[in-house]
């Protein structure tokens, strides 16, 4: 258990519908990073949150969007979905700007 | 922008071997380069980090390697085992500012063959 808790840990959804994903980083870490995985593809950043705060955004659609919330939970909103957005949503936590990226094991996306 | 280019996509090697995967950044002001392992199916796991004020650093059969002015960084496993297969990702990332998002290469695929 790395510490860093995702949820749901797979998802099934139709196309046109909307999900929100769950992470919970690990314990005393103040940053949240979300990355979406494609089918053998890398690890595409999405954004970061810090203690709340939106700090930097990556290649994240307008469909997308997230938050944390005050308790430091974070959670990333999909809508519209399409079957490209099928893949696997990681979120990381650390303590200090990306050093110890602690990452969660994951929510697997499938649109139908 | 931010880059960074990973190669090979993908290695085989018999067990016992040395396997290397280099990465090359963009950003000169990267001062953070970690290696993710990620097995099937699974979360990607740190095995070994480097930052910018430190040309090579070895964790037993691991080491990564930086050269700053080529901004190049390497990977190398020496006397490779079945459980080394996997997916080695590098990333880069930079302190400066609130950030540190890490940017990752597209990885390397290492299968050992026994």
């Known amino acids: 258990d790395s510490g860093v808790t995702q949820t749901p840990k797979h998802l099934i959804t139709a196309t046109g519908q909307r999900v929100t994903l769950r992470c919970s980083p690990r314990?005393?870490?103040?940053?949240v990073y979300w990355y979406q995985q494609s089918l053998d593809q890398g690890l595409q950043f999405l954004i970061q949150?810090?203690?709340?705060?939106?700090?930097a955004k990556g290649n994240i659609l307008e469909r997308f969007s997230a938050q944390q919330f005050p308790d430091l939970h974070s959670e990333l909103n999909l809508s519209s979905l399409e079957l490209g957005d099928s893949a696997l949503y990681f979120c990381?936590?650390?303590?200090?700007?990306?050093?110890?990226?602690?990452f969660g094991s994951g929510t697997r996306l499938t649109v139908v | 922008g931010e880059n960074v280019e990973q190669h090979p996509s993908t290695l085989s090697v018999q067990e016992g071997d040395s396997a290397v995967i280099k990465c090359t950044y963009s950003?000169?002001?990267?001062?953070?380069f970690p290696w993710y392992k990620q097995e099937l199916g699974k979360r990607p796991q740190l095995i070994i980090d480097?930052?910018?004020?430190?040309g090579e650093k070895k964790d037993q059969r691991i080491a990564v390697t930086l050269n700053k002015t080529a901004k190049h960084f390497s990977l190398h496993i020496t006397e490779t085992q079945p459980e080394d297969s996997a997916v080695y990702f590098c990333?880069?990332?930079?302190?400066?500012?609130?950030?540190?998002?890490?940017?990752f290469g597209q990885g390397t695929t290492l299968q050992v063959k026994p």
């Open positions: 480097i930052r910018s004020n430190v």
């Open positions: 990381a936590s650390s303590l200090d700007r990306g050093r110890g990226y602690t």
């Open positions: 990333a880069a990332s930079k302190s400066s500012g609130n950030t540190g998002k890490l940017i």
């Open positions: 950003d000169s002001a990267s001062n953070y």
């Open positions: 949150y810090y203690n709340g705060e939106e700090r």
């Open positions: 314990s005393g870490d103040l940053s």
